[in-house]
């Protein structure tokens, strides 16, 4: 069965860092895109990042450029969010995610079938 665990969130002050985790498996791990999403209360859930696990390239929202850092450790079938200068507006609960077909690149949600069950990451003011 395919499994994506998410993990890492927490509360922390604006300006800190955090670092997210999705341990992914009942796949070929590099067949297949991860994305980060979030969703904030009363918002839609939006895309935050995504990885192509076969070739390592990035995929960010503009909201997050150069603060977030996604990366993954195919020996662990993992996929990391390193966030960093975090915001009060980054307050959301986080979701990783599995593309729905193999090596398409896309940071839509509906495109996504397999998901975590979602971290929530608080920055206070």
């Known amino acids: 069965d395919v499994q994506l665990q998410a993990s890492g969130g927490g509360l922390v002050q604006a300006g800190g860092s955090l670092r997210l985790s999705c341990a992914a498996s009942?796949?070929?791990?590099?067949?297949?895109?991860i994305g980060w999403f979030r969703q904030a209360p009363g918002k839609e859930r939006e895309g935050v990042s995504c990885?192509?696990?076969?070739?390592?390239?990035?995929y960010y929202a503009d909201f997050v450029k150069g603060r977030f850092t996604i990366s993954s450790d195919n020996a662990k079938n993992t996929v990391y969010l390193q966030m960093n200068s975090l915001k009060s507006e980054d307050t959301a609960v986080y979701y990783c995610?599995?593309?729905?077909?193999?090596?398409?690149?896309?940071?839509?949600?509906?495109?996504?079938?397999?998901w975590g069950q979602g971290t929530l990451v608080t920055v206070s003011s």
């Open positions: 990885i192509v696990n076969s070739d390592g390239s990035t």
């Open positions: 995610a599995r593309v729905l077909r193999r090596l398409w690149v896309t940071m839509e949600k509906d495109e996504y079938d397999y």
């Open positions: 009942g796949f070929t791990f590099t067949d297949y895109v």
